[in-house]
């Protein structure tokens, strides 16, 4: 495993993040192996949240009480566990409530990296910066950032946390694939270079799309997926419309991805994987597995590097102006 800088922490990461949703998993013991499987491999970088109505950070919990401190230990907050009106967004109230059902969850004292899950427009940014200043402060919190915030809220999330002297960003999430590079490619990969902010990826396979196994005209292969008809744990209620998203173009690039991997050895999701893991501005990719050997094909990656010519094909290959409409 090679580890990178957390933006400008000093604290070293796992080049690739295990992600802790879950939701194509319903066996507890399974996640417990996922989880125990990735840490065996190196990964010391855990992602969670409410996923599963807290399941995803009890399941994380359990699993690394005992190993607690060899874990960079990732969470989020947006809607918690109560019911509204009052159990939901980024203010002072629900933050101070969030954290602590987090902790419980999670058996620990402290959370590594606390990010705010989505941008509430409703709270005013300071009060939510000031909440988590004194939860960094009290040591519950050792970090904070945030997941799916535009650019020029992240710039203003920085002015008033130098402005008032309170805890700053280190570290945003957000998607990016080979399906979905106008999300930060043109402003959050240049501010975060300016700022020295780390950067976490999420759906890395386009939420299955660059594993290969789906193509255009073909009938999805069966499993507990979004783009076929069985109910899961947690895909019962997100369905895709496979026929929409596998367009030309899509399916073209899966096509690249298969091709260059048939040139290395490799498989359509490592090749997927190796992109991303190429692009130095990134801190890690979140990898979503369902399965100890899931986590195994992702992570053998990490012995192999993406050859520059092959990124220069799936560069030209995925290069668009505009927003795609899969997601």
Known sequence: MHYRPLGNTGVKVSELCLGTAFRGQDDEQTCIRVIDRALDLGCNFIDSAFYGQGRSETVVGKTIKDKREDVFLCTKIFGTRHPEPNNSGLTRLNLIRGVED?????????????????????????????????????????????SNFSAW???????QSDKRNLARFVCIQNQYNLLNRWEIEPDLMPLCGEHDIGIMTYSPLAIGLLTGKFRRGQTPPPGNTPWNKEEGHGFSAHKYDLETAMTERVDQIVQTLADVGARHGRTPAQVAIAWILDHTEITAPILGADLPEQVDEAFEVVQWRLPADERQTLDEASLVKTPDTWA
């Not at 939860?135 to 950032?145: D, Q």
């Not at 809220?153 to 002015?159: H, S, T």
């Open 102 to 146: 987090s902790l419980t969850r999670l058996q620990t004292d402290h959370i590594d990296l606390y990010l705010l899950h989505s941008f509430d427009p409703n709270t005013p940014l300071e009060e939510t910066l000031r909440a988590l200043d004194d939860m960094v402060r009290s040591g519950k919190i050792r970090y904070i950032g945030c």
């Open 153 to 159: 809220k992240i710039i203003e999330a920085l002015w």
